[in-house]
């Protein structure tokens, strides 16, 4: 069996890593890519990939045109078919969700499950807090780092904060272990949503919301609850592994 | 009673004019300080007790105080089993650029390191940050209160 090449954006917030250990534990070749470092073309030239994960910033005319020479899959955003290694396949969906075999699902699937899951405990007890950020600079952040002492408040993001609760960037693990111990976290819409809420989060903020109660939420009187992340993700496993099976 | 005090260096700034006078002030009540700093440099004022490079702290037998976020970890490297003391002179850390969460919080929670704090704000902070118990607050190495804590 021919050994499978992935290539994979480096992009902020590590959002394929949930696709690197999958692909790893399946023995595919995974390479990151920081575009920074190396123009797209060249990788394609020097690698010559079988599936490339990229951005939608990255797609351009030239690209795809490489896309189509080398018969690479590309893999944009979040979508297309991420474990059905179709080569010669291109097709950009603009939704949060990802296609497997023509079915969408949640965008759960994409988070390291090896990292992120309900049933990992955390093991770092300096991240137990009651405010969890990890999103970049917002107001809703910003609005609870002023009141200092207020509240016990975490800031564990990739991009720097000018606040003095700021600890710098975390790994996977620091984050999981905030989202596992924190009362409350406020984070982006996206994978870190996602993350946080497979963690079993009780109460996930999103960045760009305005009027939170955080005093309610805090202590625990108002509660959001997220079971049908929790079950579309469980049941989106399932089908992956059923498709594995079946090749 | 040997007391050494890691510092990034004795040049003109307010940690080591401070520092230095608990180090003459030390001497005058006959204990035996030492300074050890990383980088070369000349002293803000009269020195009365010792003062060499940091790597000479490696084996020192005396009671350790580190001034930065620098010294404080290189003195974790010690094998010396000596109390270790991290002054918190300034939250040098939070101004850090890429600084990453799991090294600095190793250090600054480590179990082997009591912490000093300049002011209650500094105390709040890493209170806050590291869920560490910050015991004392001394303010500018104020001789009588800084003696105290190390004496214990």
């Known amino acids: 069996m021919t050994k499978i090449k992935i290539v994979a954006h480096a992009c902020e917030g590590n959002t394929y890593s949930g696709f690197e250990a999958a692909a790893k534990a399946k023995g595919y070749k995974w390479i ?34 490489a896309f189509t020479k080398y018969n690479i899959t590309n893999v944009v955003g979040n979508v297309d078919k991420p474990f059905n290694f179709t080569v010669n396949k291109y097709s950009i969906n603009g939704h949060n969700n990802i296609l497997v075999d023509n079915r969408e699902y949640e965008f759960a699937l994409l988070v390291d499950t090896s990292v992120f899951n309900p049933q990992q405990p955390p093991v770092n007890p300096l991240l137990q807090c009651d405010i969890g950020i990890t999103a970049k600079p917002c107001k809703v952040g910003l609005d609870v780092c002023t009141e200092v002492g207020k509240y016990n408040v975490k800031v564990l993001s990739d991009t720097e904060w000018s606040v003095p609760q700021y600890l710098g960037i975390g790994s996977l693990e620091n984050k999981r272990d905030l989202y596992h111990q924190a009362k409350v976290v406020i984070v982006d819409q996206g994978i870190e949503e996602a993350r946080a809420k497979l963690c079993r989060m009780n109460n996930v903020v999103l960045s760009w919301e305005t009027d939170v109660d955080f005093d309610k939420l805090v202590s625990g009187e108002v509660r959001r609850h997220y079971a049908d992340v929790l079950q579309s993700y469980e049941y989106a496993l399932e089908t992956l592994l059923e498709l594995e099976q079946e090749q | ?107 600054i929670a480590n179990p082997d390191v009591e912490l000093i704090c300049r002011c209650s704000d500094h105390k709040a902070m890493l209170e806050n940050n590291y869920n560490v118990d910050v015991k004392h607050v001394v303010e500018n190495f104020r001789f009588e209160e800084l003696l105290e804590i190390i004496k214990q």
């Open chain 1, 32 to 65: 990151w890519w920081d575009e920074n470092m190396v123009a797209l073309h060249d990788v394609l030239h020097e690698v010559k990939p079988d599936v490339v994960f990229t951005m939608q910033k990255n797609v351009r005319d030239g690209v795809i045109r």
């Open chain 2, 1 to 107: 009673m040997n007391i050494g005090f890691l510092t990034e260096n004795i040049g003109a700034t307010q940690c080591s004019y401070f520092m230095i006078g608990f180090a003459n002030k030390a001497v005058e009540y006959g204990l035996s300080p030492v300074i050890f700093q990383r980088t070369l440099h000349q002293p803000c004022q009269q020195l009365l007790c010792p003062c060499m490079f940091i790597n000479e702290a490696w084996a020192y037998d005396g009671v350790m105080v580190a001034t930065s976020i620098g010294c404080i970890s290189q003195l974790l490297q010690f094998p010396s089993s000596n109390k270790k003391y991290y002054y918190v002179w300034d939250i040098g850390t939070s101004n850090l650029k890429g600084k990453v969460f799991g090294p600095l919080s190793k250090i």
